[in-house]
């Protein structure tokens, strides 16, 4: 009976035993942009949550935007006005796309031609970046199931002494 008693108590015992939730301080994956109030708008919001959001590969189509990269250079090449300055390299702006077509959490990376961290005069900087966000052409893409989704989409800028060289992908 003794035996019986001490075996109910240990089961009550480490049944009310909290589990712990970790949290995962780390990204999903490399790259991820995590919401960051400083930055990026409150009214931006995904469809299928922070850990749902596409590689812009996934679906193997690349890039996909009404009109296509011809659009998108046409764009930029109304828009985009020299800066006379000597420095040459590449821009990347990575963001989300959300499954209403609508943009955000953007984030610039920058290089020299030798792809050393670098930083470019802002008025490039300002420019391009404003430009990016006024694009409203972005696909709507779904899953395999027909669910719309998020998803991370990328542009890379080829500068030469402050001109708009090319874009890419």
């Known amino acids: 009976m003794k035996k019986l008693f001490y075996v109910t108590c240990f089961i009550l015992l480490f049944s009310c035993e909290k589990k712990k939730v970790e949290k995962n ?31 812009y590969f996934n679906k193997g189509k690349g890039l996909e935007y009404k009109g ?3 659009e998108i250079e046409q764009l930029f090449e109304k828009k985009y006005s020299h800066i006379k300055v000597d420095e040459s390299g590449l821009i990347r ?12 959490r953007f984030r610039v990376i920058q290089m020299n031609v030798n792809y050393e ?7 490039i900087i300002n420019q391009l970046l404003m430009i990016t966000q006024s694009l409203d052409g972005w696909k709507i893409k779904d899953d395999s199931r027909g669910n719309k989704i998020d998803y ?16 890419l992908p």
């Open 152 to 167: 991370y989409q990328y542009l890379i800028f080829k500068i030469e002494k402050g001109n708009l060289i090319e874009i």
């Open 25 to 55: 301080i780390y990204p999903r994956q490399v790259g991820d942009i995590s919401y960051d109030v400083k930055l990026d708008s409150p009214n931006f919001i995904l469809c299928n949550g922070e850990d749902n959001i596409f590689q």
């Open 117 to 123: 961290q670098f930083t470019f005069d802002d008025r």
């Open 93 to 104: 702006i990575r963001f989300i796309v959300n499954c209403k077509g609508e943009t955000g």
């Open 68 to 70: 296509g990269k011809k």
